[in-house]
């Protein structure tokens, strides 16, 4: 019945320590003969490719940036990036209600770029193993207008109390033109509103495998896997998601430390 199946990465695939369980690796390799395993993420795609390597199905297409970027190898499938007149919005309302306190990394296709290397820049090195670009914002901004695009991603950084000023700000004035996203308490991560992972997950199966939706399974764990998990056939939540996915979720499968993932897709391997 199910043909294609599709993985959110962080906190779902990925074991406690943020890296691949040998167990999961085999799982997914004994599969993709079978069947399609797709990554989706709010990952860059660079962030992605060493995953796809260790899993052997380096080539398959790829959804980044929570569908904001679709690939299919080097070929680009959809992409959508955020305004730069919003951009512009952000990085002010950034330096005059925080005097620039909170890190804002820019993200575009392979692109990835700091204001500075600071804690927020090594932590995010230390978990995705891509090395950022150092150059502030406004330099961006000025590359980008010139350039003549805008971001596939935001991400905001900061302590817990400027990070909630923040996303209660943008929540004030951008919902309408934003996906505002809060990850972590210290993270929010901003993609233009036209985008989700399921329509990513759905420009993958229109235009390279003809499948429909029903015959999709998906894995996750967070607010913005809920769409993708409640549009497939068989959205499967980790034990460690978010009530709200596991309430739309038609199974849940064991926690991502205890490689949830694997031991769902043994049942389907035997």
Same mark, same amino acid.
């Not at 952000?90 to 575009?108: D, G, Q, R, W």
């Not at 420009?203 to 764990?221: K, M, N, T, W």
């Not at 993708?228 to 849940?252: F, I, P, Q, S, Y």
């Given at each position: ?71 299919? /190898?080097?070929?680009? =499938? ?7 007149? !919003? ?5 002010? #309302? @950034? *330096? &005059? ?52 695009? /805008?971001?596939?991603? =935001? ?7 400027? !990070? ?5 700000? #943008? @929540? *004030? &004035? ?75 979720? &038609? ?20």
């Amino acid at each position: 019945m199910y043909k294609i199946i599709f993985s959110d990465i962080d906190g779902t695939l990925l074991s406690g320590s943020r890296t691949l369980t040998q167990n999961t690796i085999d799982e997914v390799k004994k599969l993709k003969d079978k069947m399609p395993f797709i990554l989706v993420s709010s990952r860059m795609p660079q962030q992605m490719y060493h995953i796809q390597k260790d899993l052997g199905i380096a080539g398959l297409p790829l959804i980044a940036y929570n569908g904001g970027l679709v690939l299919n /190898g080097e070929k680009v =499938l959809h992409s959508v990036a955020i305004p730069l007149q !919003i951009l512009e919005e952000v990085v002010t #309302l @950034n *330096e &005059k209600e925080f005097a620039s306190e909170i890190h804002i990394s820019f993200y575009y296709n392979d692109e990835w770029y700091v204001p500075q290397y600071d804690q927020w820049a090594q932590r995010e090195e230390t978990i995705t193993k891509v090395t950022p670009v150092v150059r502030p914002n406004r330099e961006v901004l000025t590359a980008w207008q010139q350039a003549g695009h /805008g971001a596939h991603k =935001l991400m905001l950084m900061s302590e817990e109390t400027l !990070i909630e000023r923040m996303f209660q700000l #943008l @929540n *004030e &004035k951008y919902t309408k033109v934003m996906q505002i996203y809060r990850g972590k308490e210290t993270y929010i991560e901003l993609s233009d509103i036209s985008i989700s992972k399921l329509t990513g997950v759905k420009v993958v199966l229109d235009e390279i495998y003809h499948l429909p939706l029903s015959e999709a399974i998906a894995f996750g764990d967070n607010y913005n896997d809920l769409e993708m998990l409640e549009g497939v056939g068989c959205g499967v939540a980790v034990d460690n998601a978010r009530d709200e996915v596991k309430a739309v979720a &038609k199974h849940t499968t064991l926690h991502h430390s205890k490689d949830g993932v694997a031991e769902f897709l043994k049942q389907l391997n035997n």
